[in-house]
T-cell receptor, first 113, second 109 residues
Framework: NAGVTQTPKFQVLKTGQSMTLQCAQD?????MSWYRQDPGMGLRLIHY???????DQGEVPNGYNVSRSTTEDFPLRLLSAAPSQTSVYFC????????????FGSGTRLTVV | KNEVEQSPQNLTAQEGEFITINCSYS?????LHWLQQHPGGGIVSLFM???GKKKHGRLIATINIQEKHSSLHITASHPRDSAVYIC???????????FGTGTSLTVIP
């Protein structure tokens, strides 16, 4: 099925560990973004990409890295996990969010202990 | 500073009630989006609208561009409507989306 695929769905990390959240889309969307969702706060942009080889920081980029080597994939790396990074993470893609909005992945629930 | 404000934050309704969720925004927009998120679930797009009104089944979304306000209405609410409803507007470049904090709706049978 076409859409945005995120893996894993759940993850528990120890403080200081690193990991990569995977995101892939098969709709040939140029725009891809990572958001985190915390209780009482709206979705906040971590990093985004407007095409292969192009990435930029969003509102809350510290502690996260991204790369975009292909149009399809946009992984999010946590360099050294901290409890403050406990959150639900969503990947989203779009042809142009001003016109079409975003297609969201199903989310990754991350707990850092 | 919040570009998008939603109200109420939480809403409990009896099955069959008419429900209204409000969204006010401060940025200039090309279109406003209403999203739905079921407990533990992903986020799906309900509406995208830039003027007037749209209707899908029991859901109706309206927008007043001059007043920078949108409403989402649910007629004859049902327990399966229980979810978080999120209002979102794109930023100027299209790379940034501004999200409301969401309205958590619970419909009781």
């Amino acid at each position: 099925n076409a859409g945005v695929t995120q893996t894993p769905k759940f993850q528990v990390l120890k403080t200081g560990q690193s990991m990569t959240l995977q995101c892939a889309q098969d709709m040939n969307h140029e725009y891809m973004s990572w958001y985190r969702q915390d209780p009482g706060m709206g979705l906040r942009l971590i990093h985004y990409s407007v095409g292969a080889g192009i990435t930029d920081q969003g509102e809350v980029p510290n502690g996260y890295n991204v790369s975009r080597s292909t149009t399809e994939d946009f992984p999010l790396r946590l360099l050294s996990a901290a409890p403050s990074q406990t959150s639900v993470y969503f990947c989203a893609s779009s042809l142009d969010s001003r016109i079409y909005g975003y297609t969201f992945g199903s989310g990754t629930r991350l707990t850092v202990v | 500073k919040n570009e998008v404000e939603q109200s109420p934050q939480n809403l409990t309704a009896q099955e069959g009630e008419f429900i209204t969720i409000n969204c006010s925004y401060s940025v200039g927009i090309s279109a406003l989006h209403w999203l739905q998120q079921h407990p533990g679930g992903g986020i799906v797009s309900l509406f995208m609208l830039s003027s007037g009104k749209k209707k899908h089944g029991r859901l109706i979304a309206t927008i007043n561009i001059q007043e920078k306000h949108s409403s989402l209405h649910i007629t004859a609410s049902h327990p399966r409507d229980s979810a978080v409803y999120i209002c979102a507007v794109p930023g100027e470049t299209g790379n940034q989306f501004y999200f409301g904090t969401g309205t958590s709706l619970t419909v009781i049978p």
